[in-house]
C-alpha cells in the first residue's frame, strides 16, 4: 500500500469509528434518499460535521491525489469531508490549490 492510499484508508476508519446509525437514519431522511428523490443512492454515516472538521484540520496537509479520491466517494460523509479539506487548503497561506477544482 502506497503513502496516499495509506492517508486515505487512515482518514476514513477514523470517520468511520465516528458514525452514527441514529444520525445517519435522519440524515438520509433530510437528504431525501427515497427512490426517486434527489439523493436516492447516497449513503450516510451519520458523522458530525464538528467532528468531519477536526479530521480535517488533522488532515489538512492530503494530496491533491488524495483529496480527488475522497471527493468521489459514495458515502456523504467521506465526500463533505473532502470539501472541508479543499477549503482548509484553499485558506491556507501556502495553498497549492490555484485553479485545481478540475479535479472535482
Known amino acids: ?3 496516499s492510499s495509506y492517508n486515505v484508508e487512515l482518514l476514513m476508519s ?3 469509528a465516528l458514525s452514527d446509525p441514529v444520525k445517519a437514519e435522519k440524515m438520509k431522511r433530510f437528504f431525501k ?3 426517486g428523490e434527489y439523493a436516492e443512492s ?3 454515516w451519520g458523522v458530525p460535521v464538528p467532528e468531519q472538521r477536526k479530521i480535517a484540520k488533522k488532515y489538512r496537509h492530503i494530496s ?3 483529496l480527488s479520491e475522497l471527493v468521489s466517494h459514495q458515502v456523504h460523509d467521506v465526500r463533505h ?3 472541508c479539506l479543499y477549503i482548509k487548503l484553499k485558506k491556507s497561506p501556502n495553498h497549492r490549490l490555484k485553479n485545481t477544482l478540475s479535479f472535482i
Open 1 to 3: 500500500m502506497n503513502n
Open 14 to 16: 477514523e470517520l468511520k
Open 64 to 66: 491533491l491525489n488524495e
Open 33 to 35: 434518499t427515497g427512490k
Open 42 to 44: 447516497d449513503i450516510f
Open 81 to 83: 469531508l473532502a470539501l
